[in-house]
């Protein structure tokens, strides 16, 4: 990347507990790469080179170091932003992919071979879920946590690589997370910190966040990379919603999300799952009243749904709410969970309202991750894995909604 580090670290200095991890590769080699759905039989794969010459090619086959088919990609883009110049980004589809199978590729005809293993064709399914990642020793833990057991993919509702216009930050934390997202598909969207603008008087956009981390939009109906859905393992529905942009009754992203949900077959997809970055309902002191105004917008979308659970960052702390429509308990509602504890530099965020109310489940001011395993079309068990324990502090049985309504 063209980019002068001293200049770029003396204008936005790293904060405290924030690390930088450096390419120890060729120019050629890919690095930053990371795999998404994008289609039913489809996975994107998404990687950076500093050489601008690189083709934007995938080779993959079901055995290690024979490639029986090859894609290629759009031309390969990059951005600017103040002195920063990003490397080639390359986005490959790749597919049709057989489910639950094992795949062995190369980027860009050069370099290290990675691989992957696609989602199930049906239940069980397990999913992972953790937001507000960083780059701090919390957020190595947080994924040390994840690599110890298995997961189909994952969801990270906002708050990726806090580079907060540190250009090189966003470098950092793809090769950062690498390891874990070059191996199952990782399914983000979109939080305040993706925001970022450098003019006087500029609207804070998305420019890094949209080049680097391309999600299934378009083939979910959505204009915008900032919301999105998609569907896994013939069963599940899952819903990632922009809380940073426009929610409002009449907005693009409002009218998308009604004809989302009434596209759903909960016959032949029971499960609806939701991610937004800034939680809805929230006990803690921190970010009081962030996602208000997007729950007063689009709450009763979800209820009448029968959406089953919806995930939130923001807060640096986890919490599990009782089912809830309008700030009162209701069994047709959904559960909402608060996770954005991925290792943010800046602490956990430990001061909850006392006594705890009525709505609130169980509250933790510790860094870790949750798993959300779908096993069939009735059943499902949340957990939530604190990065200093190795068993769950917190499980839930859930009932599909759809389920519960139809029997």
């Known amino acids: 990347m063209e980019f002068h580090a001293s200049t770029d670290f003396e204008l ?107 989602p199930p064709s049906t239940f069980p399914l397990e999913i992972a879920i953790v937001g507000d990642l960083g780059q701090s020793d919390w957020t190595k833990s947080t994924l040390q946590g994840l690599g110890s057991k298995d997961y189909d993919l994952l969801l990270l509702p906002g708050d990726l690589s806090y580079a907060n216009n ?32 450098y003019l006087v008087g500029e609207a804070e956009s998305f ?43 009449g907005s693009d992203q409002y009218k998308w999300l ?50 089953d659970v919806v995930f939130a960052g923001h807060v640096h702390a986890y919490e599990r709410f009782t089912r809830i429509y309008d700030n009162e308990a209701d069994p047709a509602g959904p559960v909402y969970i608060t996770i954005g504890t991925g290792g943010y530099h800046g602490g956990i965020e430990p001061s909850f309202k006392e006594p705890k109310p009525a709505l609130s489940m169980h509250r933790d001011a510790r860094f870790g991750h949750g798993r959300l395993r779908i096993l069939d079309a009735k059943r499902a068990h949340w957990s939530w894995h604190p990065n200093e324990s190795d068993v769950a502090e917190d499980e839930l049985w859930l009932t599909c909604l759809a389920a519960a309504s139809s029997s």
């Open 207 to 249: 420019r890094a966040y949209n080049a680097r981390w391309l999600m299934p939009h378009k083939q979910s109906g959505s204009t915008s990379n900032l919301y999105y859905s998609f569907d896994v393992a013939g069963g599940a529905h899952v819903i990632m919603l922009g809380s940073c942009t426009e929610f409002e009754l």
């Open 12 to 118: 936005y200095p790293l904060p405290p507990r924030v690390f930088f991890t450096p390419h120890h590769g060729s120019a050629s080699d890919p690095q930053q790469v990371h795999i998404s759905i994008a289609g039913t039989d489809r996975i994107r794969v998404t990687w950076i080179t500093d050489d601008k010459t690189v083709p934007s090619i995938v080779e993959y086959g079901i055995e290690p170091g024979t490639y029986h088919a090859k894609a290629t990609g759009d031309n390969n883009s990059s951005y600017q932003f103040l002195n920063y110049t990003s490397g080639s980004i390359h986005h490959v589809s790749i597919g049709p992919l057989e489910p639950n199978t094992t795949y062995y590729y190369r980027c860009g005809g050069h370099g290290p071979e990675f691989s992957f293993k696609t």
């Open 258 to 307: 009604v004809a989302d949900l009434a596209g759903i077959d909960r016959k032949a997809t029971p499960w609806v799952v939701v991610s937004v970055h800034m939680p809805w309902y929230n006990t803690n002191y921190g970010h009081q009243g962030d996602g208000e105004g997007m729950r007063v917008a689009m709450e009763e979308l979800l209820y009448k749904a029968r959406v």
């Open 166 to 197: 540190r250009q090189p930050l966003w470098d950092s934390f793809g090769r950062l997370v690498e390891p874990a997202a070059s191996r199952r598909p990782w399914m983000v969207t979109q939080g305040n910190h993706e925001m970022e603008g």
